[in-house]
């Protein structure tokens, strides 16, 4: 069979300019390097599906992310309400555990999405050692770094037992409470702004926020245009 492609006309891209509506029409059938939702249809498949999981056109939407190489092969890269987000990057927590998992010391990894005030998120990973065997957060972390770009490897390492399901599956869920409850691993925009104030700057940016209605970040660039100008 050949591999074919089939790009699904999306409702929210109706509000877009007219020039970014054309260049999204331009481009369907052919084949893009980013990771794009994986919909299926075949009449073994949509026999088991419930009709409210069904897309427009009887596709079944399967809430794995995937990439397609030139060859026409799909790559499952990882499901869709596990992919991390972190400074506008996509970061897919398989492929962050497949290199947890290398390592020597590590029995069991899952990652997941930590809060970040300044990238919006940053992968935290939950590992359990092999007995007998030690590393550090550090030399974890170190480790990811040198077999991943650097926005993929965890930010944060908690050694603790997995939550599991009785069938043995982590519960991701569970993981991405405690995450939560971690609350933000970096300071915002805003925080790193004012930190990096002398008192007087400090003191004259709030007024100007006050005064302009916005926000600090912003009422620095006002400071900053009016001694240019």
Known sequence: MVPGTVCTWKPEWNSLPPDTRAKIKARQGLHHPGMEEVDIKDPVTM????????????????GDLGVKHPDGYI??????KDIIISGG???????????????????????VGRPDD??????CAFVKLKDGCNASA???????RDHLPHYMAPRTVVFEELPKTS???????????????????????????VRHLPLEGVIV?????????????NAYCIISLMIIF
């Open 138 to 144: 550090r030399e974890i972390i170190e480790y990811c």
């Open 118 to 123: 300044y990238w919006g998120e940053t992968p």
């Open 167 to 193: 069938t043995g599956k982590t519960q991701k869920f569970v993981l991405r409470e405690k995450a939560m409850a971690m609350g933000s691993l970096s300071k915002s925009k805003h925080q790193q702004t």
């Open 89 to 111: 990057e996509n970061i897919s927590t398989i492929q962050v555990e497949s290199v947890l998992f290398s390592h020597p010391a590590i029995l069991e990894a899952a990652v």
């Open 75 to 80: 790559e499952l890269k990882d499901r869709l």
């Open 47 to 62: 026999k088991s599906v419930p009709p409210d999981a069904k897309t427009m056109g009887g596709w079944f939407r399967t």
């Open 205 to 217: 940016a709030y007024l100007t926020a006050l005064i302009f209605g916005c926000s600090i970040t």
